[in-house]
């Protein structure tokens, strides 16, 4: 079992640029969130998927935009960047309501020059 | 608004000796608890819980401890290790209408450093 992977690992851009992250879930699990942690923060919640809708979305701007799609895979989508998103990005995936057994990926350490 | 709070930056200790770690919370909402560990360049791994109906629970090294009454709760690691050094949050599910969907609310951490 892979657990719950996340690609790429490390990304630089441009600020006022676009970018995706991807993350695939630990096999048998339908609900993903996402997460932002900034440099010696804890991590913030982004949003949560299940059943290819947005069920639950934390305190960011409509910048921040996902999707998931029919293999429980998701991607978080942030549009016009700013030096402030430059952070590590955690995907963490589990069985609805099971939120003592979620799994987090490895993060995608995003820059933003 | 910080609500749930880890006030210690870091932590150093002895090999051998107990690790105890701290965290505030303020929303009374909150009835259940998790601490995860995160190494450098790996996702946290979920270490330990407790419900609000208990007021300690242990696992191996392990011991969380909950004061509800003063909305603050503890992590014991004994005998701590080298291979404990990592970072420590607790962090705090949200229900929202009454189900939980899992959004967890993190404290901002606590480096553990285990020296032999």
């Known amino acids: 079992d892979a657990g719950v992977t996340q690609s790429p690992t490390h990304l630089i851009k441009t600020r006022g640029q676009q970018v995706t992250l991807r993350c695939s879930p630990k096999?048998?699990?339908?609900?993903v969130s996402w997460y932002q942690q900034a440099l010696g923060q804890g991590p913030q919640f982004i949003f949560q998927?299940?059943?290819?809708?947005?069920?639950q979305r934390g305190n960011f701007p409509d910048r921040f935009s996902g999707h998931q799609f029919p293999n429980y895979s998701s991607e978080l989508n942030v549009n016009a960047l700013l030096l402030g998103d430059s952070a590590l990005y955690l995907c963490a995936s589990s069985l609805t309501g099971r939120y003592t057994e979620a799994f987090f990926g490895q993060g995608t350490r995003l820059t933003v020059v | 608004d910080q609500q749930v709070k880890q006030n210690s930056p870091s932590l150093s200790v002895q090999e051998g000796r107990i690790s105890i770690l701290n965290c505030d919370y303020t929303?009374?909402?909150?009835?259940?608890f998790l601490w995860y560990k995160k190494y450098p360049a790996e996702g946290p791994t979920f270490l330990i819980s407790i419900s609000s109906i208990k007021d300690k629970n242990e696992d191996g090294r392990f011991t969380v401890f909950l004061n509800k009454s003063a909305k603050h709760l503890s992590l014991h690691i004994v005998p701590s290790q080298p291979g404990d050094s990592a970072v420590y949050f607790c962090?705090?599910?949200?229900?929202?209408?009454?189900?939980?969907?899992?959004?967890?609310?993190f404290g901002q951490g606590t480096i553990l450093t285990v020296h032999p």
């Open positions: 929303n009374s909402m909150f009835d259940y």
């Open positions: 096999s048998g699990h339908d609900t």
């Open positions: 998927y299940y059943e290819e809708e947005e069920r």
């Open positions: 962090a705090a599910p949200s229900n929202a209408g009454g189900t939980s969907y899992g959004k967890l609310t």
